[in-house]
């Protein structure tokens, strides 16, 4: 009719989905976790009441307008991801920091990919899926984690963030290399990423003081982003791939910016990122994980067991004290962004089945959950945080001295 608006699909579906977000964020403050974890909780239990009571797919969640979106906020939250690195603690501790972080990629990876094969029975694409999905290190629960207790101003803290960015990259680099087909169309995909990355500091670094306008910044980051990952996605990868590397080799001009980067995250975070969550969780099968629930706890032990096995010998010839052992191969032990980006990429190009993908997810997202809490009742360090206490005090007693 002439004069009346109807309501768009869209719309109504996009409605739904930030309700979910939102009621997913009321949760997670409430509960003191990170909200990425709630939001694949929510997703799971939205798709699966959505499922029973009006059918498969009754949340759209494989619409071309969410699957973008989703997409858009896997890319941002992995760049973001990346310039998170302080090349100064990697150049002070770098050593244990790229002796933790390959371990802590290879020692599940095999793990995880010879328990799947052979216990479990998946075929060889399946299982090496699996080994990279659960050799991942959450940089959001670490990162959360470390700034909440204050280790962040403190070796020990910037340590621990380092391996994490060394077990993100083999993660991203194991997951292009097994699964990413090789054409000209990769090696077009390569020599083009190689030229920006050695090209982006330098340009970036006269755009950022040049165009003070926070817009125009944001602009010529998205731009290249999603340039990159079009040309990820036609060489037959993946647009997160080069989204790490990139955020990496901007650490230094982006991550120095600390109000843009906050804008940034808030932008990231506030919209992008739940879609992607929520939608992962969604494709979640809960009857698949209450039939067998064997194959849950196996791939969430073959995680842990192997993480824990592979990294505390090696943390021991760097960290003397045994908390501080502990507390790192257990922070290591967590996983939630990469693994649910692994999961997904693998389901979408059929490398594993819903049921598969299913009990992936759900292993990741009790590792974010279970060694975080493990890690924090029984193994704190609290003799770091009073050291880092007297350090600033003394810091502020001095400064005032001065002043007087």
């Excluded at 479990?120 to 629960?141: E, H, K, P």
């Excluded at 340009?203 to 990820?232: E, M």
């Excluded at 045994?322 to 996983?335: A, I, P, V």
């Excluded at 990429?345 to 060694?371: D, K, R």
Aim: with cysteine.
């Amino acid at each position: 009719m002439t004069g009346v608006i109807l309501l768009d699909d869209t719309f109504l579906y996009a409605f739904m989905w930030l309700g979910l977000a939102l009621v997913a964020i009321i949760v997670a403050r409430m509960l003191k976790v990170t909200s990425a974890l709630i939001e694949i909780c929510i997703g799971a239990i939205a798709g699966f009441i959505a499922n029973s009571y009006f059918g498969k797919g009754a949340l759209q969640s494989d619409d071309d307008w969410l699957k973008f979106i989703a997409s858009a906020g896997a890319v941002l939250l992995t760049f973001l991801s990346g310039t998170e690195l302080d090349s100064k603690t990697l150049r002070r501790c770098y050593n244990e920091i790229i002796i933790i972080g390959i371990v802590g990629f290879t020692a599940p990876f095999i793990g995880c990919t010879l328990l799947a094969y052979h216990i479990l029975g998946w075929s060889s694409q399946a299982s090496l899926l699996a080994g990279v999905a659960l050799s991942t290190t959450s940089m959001a629960v670490v990162y959360a984690v470390i700034v909440e207790y204050g280790f962040h101003k403190t070796d020990f803290g910037k340590g621990v963030l380092g391996a994490c960015f060394v077990n993100g990259l083999a993660t991203v680099i194991a997951l292009g290399l097994l699964f990413s087909p090789f054409t000209y169309k990769t090696v077009i995909f390569i020599v083009t990423s190689v030229v920006a990355f050695g090209a982006m500091p330098f340009i970036t670094s006269r755009v950022f003081p040049r165009f003070q306008h926070r817009g125009i910044r944001t602009k010529w980051i998205l731009l290249v982003l999603f340039g990159l990952g079009a040309l990820a996605i036609w060489s037959g990868s993946e647009a997160v791939l080069p989204a790490y590397i990139l955020g990496m080799v901007l650490a230094e001009v982006v991550g120095k910016d600390d109000e843009y980067i906050s804008r940034m995250r808030t932008m990231t975070i506030g919209f992008f990122t739940p879609f992607y969550f929520l939608r992962a969780g969604s494709l979640v099968s809960i009857p698949d994980i209450i039939i067998a629930p064997l194959v849950l706890f196996g791939l969430l032990g073959g995680k842990v067991v192997s993480k824990t096995f592979g990294l505390y010998p090696v943390i021991g010839r760097f960290k003397t004290n045994k908390k501080e052992q502990w507390y790192y191969t257990l922070l290591m032990s967590t996983g939630l962004t990469f693994g649910t980006i692994s999961a997904i990429f693998g389901y979408s190009h059929g490398i594993i089945n819903q049921a598969q993908y299913s009990f992936l997810v759900a292993a990741v997202i009790l590792s974010a959950v279970i060694p975080t809490i493990v890690a924090n009742s029984f193994f704190l360090p609290k003799h770091l945080i009073i050291k880092q206490r007297t350090i600033e005090a003394e810091r502020e007693d001095t400064e005032d001295d001065g002043v007087r």
